[in-house]
C-alpha cells in the first residue's frame, strides 16, 4: 500500500510569490492535515480537511490556505511569501475515527519550502 | 488550549543503556497521547498511541510510553538503546473532545552513542 506522497520535493520561490504543494493521502483516508515545520519550532498545525471541508485551521494568516478535491488529495496555497514561509510542510492522512475514537496520521516525506 | 512540552532538545544515551525521553502535556480534557519519530529527511513515523486503559503503551521497535495522569506525562522509553534509534522524537497530543489536528512538541533529538 502505497504511502502519504507530497509533490514537489523542494520548491524555491522568491519573496511575494505564490507556492501551490500538493499532497495525495493514503487510499481510503478521507482526512488530511498540514503542518510547518521550521527550524526549531516543531510542527505548527496550519490545515485539516476532511471530506472535502475545511474543518479546523490553525493559528496562521489568510494567504495560507488550501482545498480538498473529491479523490480526497489536497493543496496547499501560500500566497505573498515571506521568508519566514520557509520551512518543511508535512502533509498527513488519517481514516475516520470509528470506534477506536481516534487514528493516527501517517506524515509524507514533505515539501522542503525555501522563500530568497 | 492545548500544548505539549519536550523538556530537552538533546538526549545522549550510550548504546544497550535505557532510554527516556520526556514529554508532558496540557489539554482541558482527556487526552489523547502520540509518539512520532523522525529521521533526517524524512517525514515523522508513528511509534505509539495512548487511547485509554492500561498506562503503559508497547509501539514500534521496541519502544514504550507510560500514561501518568497525575504528572500529565507521556516519556517515551526503551530498555536497551540502539544506535539506529537516534532521530528526532516528537511527543503530540490531542483533546478528546476536540479537533482532528495534533498538537506537537518542540522535538527531542536522540543520540545513540556506541
Known amino acids: 500500500e502505497a504511502g502519504v506522497t507530497q509533490s514537489p520535493t523542494h520548491l524555491i520561490k522568491t519573496r511575494g510569490q505564490q507556492a501551490t504543494l500538493r499532497c495525495s493521502p493514503i487510499?481510503?483516508?478521507?482526512?488530511v492535515y498540514w503542518y510547518q515545520q521550521a527550524l526549531g519550532l516543531g510542527l505548527q498545525f496550519l490545515l485539516w480537511?476532511?471530506?472535502?471541508?475545511?474543518?479546523n485551521r490553525g493559528n496562521f494568516p489568510p494567504r495560507f490556505s488550501g482545498r480538498q478535491f473529491p479523490n480526497y488529495s489536497s493543496e496547499l496555497n501560500v500566497n505573498a511569501l515571506e521568508l519566514e514561509d520557509s520551512a518543511l510542510y508535512l502533509c498527513?492522512?488519517?481514516?475516520?475515527?470509528?470506534?477506536?475514537?481516534?487514528?493516527?496520521?501517517?506524515f509524507g516525506p514533505g515539501t522542503r519550502l525555501t522563500v530568497l | 488550549a492545548q500544548s505539549v512540552a519536550q523538556p530537552e532538545d538533546q538526549v545522549n544515551v550510550a548504546e544497550g543503556n535505557p532510554l527516556t525521553v520526556k514529554c508532558t502535556y496540557s489539554?482541558?480534557?482527556?487526552?489523547?497521547l502520540f509518539w512520532y519519530v523522525q529521521y533526517p529527511n524524512r517525514g515523522l513515523q508513528f511509534l505509539l498511541k495512548?487511547?485509554?486503559?492500561?498506562?503503559l503503551v508497547k509501539g514500534s521497535y521496541g519502544f514504550e510510553a507510560e500514561f501518568n495522569k497525575s504528572q500529565t506525562s507521556f516519556h517515551l522509553k526503551k530498555p536497551s538503546a540502539l544506535v539506529s534509534d537516534s532521530a528526532l522524537y516528537f511527543c503530540?497530543?490531542?483533546?478528546?473532545?476536540?479537533?482532528?489536528?495534533?498538537?506537537f512538541g518542540t522535538g527531542t533529538r536522540l543520540t545513540v552513542i556506541p
Open positions: 498527513a492522512s488519517s481514516s475516520a475515527p470509528g470506534l477506536a475514537g481516534v487514528n493516527e496520521q501517517f
Open positions: 487510499s481510503g483516508h478521507t482526512s
Open positions: 480537511y476532511d471530506e472535502g471541508e475545511e474543518r
Open positions: 489539554v482541558s480534557g482527556n487526552p489523547y
Open positions: 495512548y487511547i485509554t486503559g492500561d498506562n
Open positions: 503530540a497530543v490531542r483533546d478528546r473532545g476536540g479537533a482532528n489536528n495534533l498538537f
